[in-house]
């Protein structure tokens, strides 16, 4: 992605309508709202509890555990990114895991999403990060399509958790 003069004191991407930053305490209660969005509407899972929502958002400011990217168009936050670091026993280096990668349904095909994964590998790569992973639902094609054009291969392993 091209940068602008200037842009590496900003950390920022720019496209015509949109500027992705690393997260700043400014955007906590807008953040949220894109959050709280994310995880309700778009995976229809229950809304945290406030509290731990920006305990985590703080964390990530802190940038020793992960970190957040926000895309912002018309000074509104439309999107964001979420990093957390990681070590790779195979691969014997650090690396980052793409927890999230959020735009808002309005912002979708304007390159937000595009900008944010840049920042995302940008990011990984300048700091001497192995590699970046990620996970999308089965049923989110649209999400697939864009991580294939985004260079992104499918992996064989499958994944699988537990609540706690």
Do not use: H
Not at 19 to 45: H, N, S, W
Not at 84 to 91: G, I, N, V
Not at 104 to 132: D, H, I, Q
Request: glycine share 10%; aromatic share 10%.
């Amino acid at each position: 992605m091209r940068r602008n003069p200037g842009q590496e004191e900003r950390e920022g991407w720019n496209l015509p309508d949109v500027v992705v930053r690393k997260a700043q305490a400014v955007d906590l209660v807008p953040l949220g709202g894109l959050m709280r969005e994310y995880i309700t509407d778009f995976y229809g899972c229950p809304e945290p509890p406030e509290e731990r929502l920006e305990e985590l958002m703080r964390l990530l400011l802190d940038g020793k555990q992960g970190i957040q990217w926000v895309a912002e168009e018309d000074g509104l936050l439309s999107g964001f990114a979420t990093l957390y670091f990681t070590y790779s026993t195979l691969r014997a280096r650090p690396a980052v895991i793409l927890n999230d990668l959020y735009v808002v349904e309005k912002s979708r095909g304007t390159g937000a999403a595009a900008a944010l994964f840049e920042a995302c590998t940008a990011y990984a790569r300048e700091n001497g990060y192995a590699a970046m992973s990620w996970e999308t639902a089965p049923d989110n094609e649209r999400a697939q399509r864009f991580y294939a054009k985004m260079g992104g291969t499918r992996g064989d392993w499958l994944s699988y958790s537990i609540e706690l």
